[in-house]
């Protein structure tokens, strides 16, 4: 039986796309411009990981 | 043992708040799709304005004579809201209703605000658009739609609420991302519905909350009339209503000169429930990004085109004006809208595989639902079974 991951493996992914997530939101409203692209590159982040490991075989 | 039913309890949330709102939320996602590019749609029917390059010369159009033309397109209407846009500073639109307080618009009409050209007829309740934008926004059902809809929003983050602990119990064993795609159908699409709510827990948790707000605009404005500027109002009450003809021009500078740096984002007429029977109310908003989100009210007595009340709207409508923007997606761009409209995406693979996973597996017990069954006879007779070896 395999053992059972302690809270940071199981949280520490959730909880970084979780800020990535909530800063890119933020990002776009606080600043044009700058504040955009940073919105795209960081709510691109858990698209992309969702993406990656749910389309791949 | 305390364990299993606090476990119980969040996996039966989970299940009945997303069984409740989990249709309602696939027709949110589904006509919130083209919703996201309402503005680009727009365009490509014809239905925004290009303004031609123009030399400037003097003054600028008269905001009255743009009212005076737009009120003779439309006989027997009134003008209720003079509106402004934020992008396309030469542009000022006119909204018209049966009534100045009518709840329905009855046209909008654009004009170039340089030369008072007519410019646009935007048209109101037809289309592929509108049917769309209805039943997103109340299903055809007015207030209460509304509300329902907003009802759901709340499920649905109980929803989240729930699945988010439920994904910590069934993730205890596996690494991040792990989709199980080789022992069975229902095995795989458990990991994707994981995965994939997870990763979209926050933007989702944000549209979902910030919907919810929105469908309460009409309660919030309701208040905000009610007290502040009922209050703002109070001294006037008792003037006669208004006589001879009170102007949008000096009203709309009057505004102006009171917030330089600001511009209007619509002004309500005399009569609307925005505005004083008297009372002219501006409401300007900021040059920033954030501030071009919210909104200044002030109150200009129409007959005199004297500013009389600016007061800033209390935290309630500022946190329903913010809500728009996190809600709609429309505030970074079309990259935004794009990734937008993947998360939306993302968001109906969750829901569908929900139901998936539920119509499978709803003639099972919740142990076996949730695997314990095997882990609970292992350490039931640990003895037994090291004594059978």
């Given at each position: 039986?395999?053992?059972?991951?302690?809270?940071?493996?199981?949280?520490?992914?959730?909880?970084?796309?979780?800020?990535?997530?909530?800063?890119?939101?933020?990002?776009?409203?606080?600043?044009?411009?700058?504040?955009?692209?940073?919105?795209?590159?960081?709510?691109?982040?858990?698209?992309?990981?969702?993406?990656?490991?749910?389309?791949?075989? | 043992?305390?364990?299993?039913?606090?476990?119980?309890?969040?996996?039966?949330?989970?299940?009945?708040?997303?069984?409740?709102?989990?249709?309602?939320?696939?027709?949110?996602?589904?006509?919130?799709?083209?919703?996201?590019?309402?503005?680009?749609?727009?365009?490509?029917?014809?239905?925004?304005?290009?303004?031609?390059?123009?030399?400037?010369?003097?003054?600028?159009?008269?905001?009255?004579?743009?009212?005076?033309?737009?009120?003779?397109?439309?006989?027997?209407?009134?003008?209720?809201?003079?509106?402004?846009?934020?992008?396309?500073?030469?542009?000022?639109?006119?909204?018209?209703?049966?009534?100045?307080?009518?709840?329905?618009?009855?046209?909008?009409?654009?004009?170039?605000?340089?030369?008072?050209?007519?410019?646009?007829?935007?048209?109101?309740?037809?289309?592929?658009?509108?049917?769309?934008?209805?039943?997103?926004?109340?299903?055809?059902?007015?207030?209460?739609?509304?509300?329902?809809?907003?009802?759901?929003?709340?499920?649905?983050?109980?929803?989240?609420?729930?699945?988010?602990?439920?994904?910590?119990?069934?993730?205890?064993?596996?690494?991040?991302?792990?989709?199980?795609?080789?022992?069975?159908?229902?095995?795989?699409?458990?990991?994707?519905?994981?995965?994939?709510?997870?990763?979209?827990?926050?933007?989702?948790?944000?549209?979902?909350?910030?919907?919810?707000?929105?469908?309460?605009?009409?309660?919030?404005?309701?208040?905000?009339?009610?007290?502040?500027?009922?209050?703002?109002?109070?001294?006037?009450?008792?003037?006669?209503?208004?006589?001879?003809?009170?102007?949008?021009?000096?009203?709309?500078?009057?505004a102006q000169q009171t917030a330089p740096n600001m511009s209007?984002?619509?002004?309500?007429?005399?009569?609307?429930?925005?505005?004083?029977?008297?009372?002219?109310?501006?409401?300007m908003?900021?040059?920033?990004?954030?501030?071009?989100?919210?909104?200044?009210?002030?109150?200009?007595?129409?007959?005199?085109?004297?500013?009389?009340?600016?007061?800033?709207?209390?935290?309630?409508?500022?946190?329903?004006?913010?809500?728009?923007?996190?809600?709609?997606?429309?505030?970074?761009?079309?990259?935004?809208?794009?990734?937008?409209?993947?998360?939306?995406?993302?968001?109906?693979?969750?829901?569908?595989?929900?139901?998936?996973?539920?119509?499978?597996?709803?003639?099972?017990?919740?142990?076996?639902?949730?695997?314990?069954?095997?882990?609970?006879?292992?350490?039931?007779?640990?003895?037994?079974?090291?004594?059978?070896?």
């Amino acid at each position: 039986m395999k053992s059972t991951l302690a809270g940071l493996q199981i949280w520490g992914a959730p909880i970084l796309l979780g800020l990535i997530t909530a800063a890119g939101l933020l990002a776009a409203l606080l600043s044009d411009g700058i504040g955009d692209m940073l919105s795209w590159l960081a709510i691109a982040v858990p698209v992309a990981v969702g993406i990656w490991h749910g389309g791949r075989r | 043992m305390l364990i299993r039913v606090s476990l119980k309890s969040w996996y039966l949330i989970h299940k009945w708040t997303s069984l409740i709102c989990t249709l309602f939320m696939l027709l949110l996602c589904l006509t919130g799709l083209p919703l996201i590019f309402a503005e680009e749609i727009d365009q490509a029917l014809g239905r925004s304005v290009e303004l031609p390059q123009l030399m400037e010369t003097g003054p600028r159009a008269d905001l009255d004579a743009i009212v005076a033309d737009a009120l003779t397109r439309k006989p027997g209407h009134v003008a209720q809201f003079l509106v402004g846009d934020a992008e396309e500073p030469d542009l000022w639109s006119v909204r018209l209703g049966k009534s100045v307080a009518a709840p329905e618009a009855s046209a909008f009409y654009s004009y170039d605000a340089r030369n008072g050209e007519f410019v646009l007829d935007y048209p109101l309740d037809e289309g592929f658009m509108n049917i769309i934008l209805r039943l997103h926004v109340d299903l055809f059902a007015g207030l209460p739609g509304m509300l329902f809809l907003g009802a759901m929003g709340v499920l649905l983050i109980l929803a989240l609420v729930s699945g988010t602990v439920l994904y910590g119990y069934y993730m205890r064993k596996l690494q991040f991302g792990t989709v199980r795609r080789e022992r069975s159908p229902q095995m795989k699409w458990l990991d994707l519905h994981n995965l994939l709510g997870i990763v979209t827990l926050v933007w989702l948790f944000t549209v979902g909350l910030t919907g919810v707000v929105n469908t309460l605009a009409e309660p919030i404005f309701g208040r905000w009339q009610a007290t502040e500027l009922a209050d703002m109002l109070a001294p006037y009450r008792k003037q006669a209503p208004l006589s001879g003809t009170s102007s949008v021009q000096n009203a709309w500078a009057a505004a102006q000169q009171t917030a330089p740096n600001m511009s209007l984002s619509f002004m309500a007429f005399p009569g609307n429930d925005f505005a004083g029977p008297n009372q002219f109310v501006a409401f300007m908003q900021g040059n920033t990004p954030l501030t071009s989100k919210l909104l200044l009210p002030i109150v200009i007595d129409a007959p005199s085109g004297q500013v009389i009340a600016t007061r800033e709207l209390p935290v309630y409508v500022s946190v329903l004006l913010l809500s728009k923007p996190l809600h709609f997606g429309n505030y970074g761009g079309l990259p935004l809208k794009i990734l937008w409209a993947l998360l939306d995406g993302i968001s109906i693979v969750v829901l569908v595989s929900g139901l998936y996973l539920w119509l499978k597996k709803r003639k099972l017990s919740f142990e076996a639902r949730l695997g314990l069954l095997r882990t609970q006879s292992v350490n039931k007779f640990p003895l037994e079974q090291a004594g059978s070896r």
